[in-house]
Each structure stands twice: as C-alpha cells, then as structure tokens.
C-alpha cells in the first residue's frame, strides 16, 4: 500500500512539472492585438517582452510582415535592454536587445523597440514573431547564466493583425495624432487591461486553487 502511495505521489509531480513550466513561460507580444490605417499613414508598433519572473541577459526577435502592404521606416529603443539594434531583412525585422551586464539579468515586461511603420498599399497582414528553435534566424530569450539557456516558448508568443485601408484616416491613425490613445508603462493601453487582466487573473486564481485542493486530497489519501 505504502508503494502503491509512494508511485503516485511521483507521477502527480511528473505530471504537475510540465504545467508549472508552461505556467512560466517567456515570450514575446505586441503592444496591441491589432492596428489599422489607410495607405501613406504611418504607425508604430511596440516590441514587447514578458520574461514570466525569469532573469534574462538578452533576446533576438524576428518579425515577419507583408512587404506589400507594410514599410518598416525606422527602430527606436525601448527601455528594457541597454542596448538595443537592429537590421531590416527581406519581409522580416531582426531587433537584438541586450543587457551590458551579462551577470545581471532583466526581469518582468517590458518594451525592447518600437517600430515604425509606413502603409504602402491596401491589405491585411499579420506580424509575427518567428520562432522554430530549428532555424537560425529564430526569436529567443537567453536566460542569465554561463549556458546561455534560450527560455523562450514560441507557443506563447502573441501576433498581431493589420488592416490598412485604401484612404481616409484610420480610427487608430487619429486617436494617435490627437493624443486620444493613453498609454501605461507596460505599453498596454488601459482600455485593454481589464479584459485581458480580468480574464488571466481568473484563470490563474483557479488553477492555483485547483493545485491547492489536488495536494490537500492528496496528503490526505497519504497520511490517512
């Protein structure tokens, strides 16, 4: 009987370790889900990273558009890495952020660039962040340490669309212009925080819960 509570307890842990893992996930989102605008306007877009508590020292991005419907202008730095650069490639963006203190890692979310973009052209595209950890030219997020361990998860990484018209100005494109769009300092706008927010706490709050009840049915059965 001893054995039988013994080999549960060992494949409850085996089975909690992946979900605590997944729980704490580093990756990769934008500062919307979605932009729009008509042909000629520009907009930027935030590059943005949530290392889930992890310490990180660095991460490589590559973002994919549509170059027919898309122009990235320009690449300012955010103020999560030290230094940050960057290079446009072929339908792609490639934005390197780094801390200049190796040992001393970055944690929480934050912005690592900003991106300018031009309309060239009518259309929709989707901006995503490439992620296959089989290619070279592949998103990670290297946590600190002499292993240089890339944390990141490309199954949570967030894309956004973007819906350009074919002339007038866009709902975004204006609100941007007279200021009409207030921003926190994660880079969210307020008016997506309590539904995003709400809706992860919730979750959060139950699972937790969920673990809490497993364990004390659990250490009941054991001790008992």
Known sequence: MRKGRSALII??????????????????KFDRSSY?????????????????????VSSDVYISYDATVLEPLSVAAGDFFDTVTHEFLDGKIYVAGMSDNIGVG??????????????????????????????????????????????????????????????????????????AIAEDSSG??????????????TIELLFWGGILIFFGVLLKFVFL
């Open 188 to 201: 969210i706008t307020p008016s997506e925080l309590p539904k995003a927010g709400a809706f992860d706490n």
């Open 11 to 28: 494949l409850f842990f085996f089975i909690l370790l992946p979900v605590l893992n997944a729980a704490l996930a580093a990756y990769l």
């Open 106 to 179: 970055k944690t929480g979310t934050g912005v690592i660039a900003t991106v300018t973009f031009r309309a060239k052209s009518s259309g929709s595209t989707t901006l995503t962040y490439i992620c296959d950890p089989n290619e070279t030219q592949s998103s990670k997020i290297i946590k600190v340490g002499l292993e240089a361990e890339n944390i990141i998860v490309c199954g949570s990484n967030k894309s956004a669309t973007v819906d350009i018209a074919s002339g007038g100005d866009s709902a975004l494109g204006a609100a941007e212009e007279k200021g």
């Open 36 to 56: 729009n605008g008509s042909v000629g306007s520009e907009f930027t877009v935030k590059v943005m990273i949530d290392t889930e508590g992890e310490e990180v």
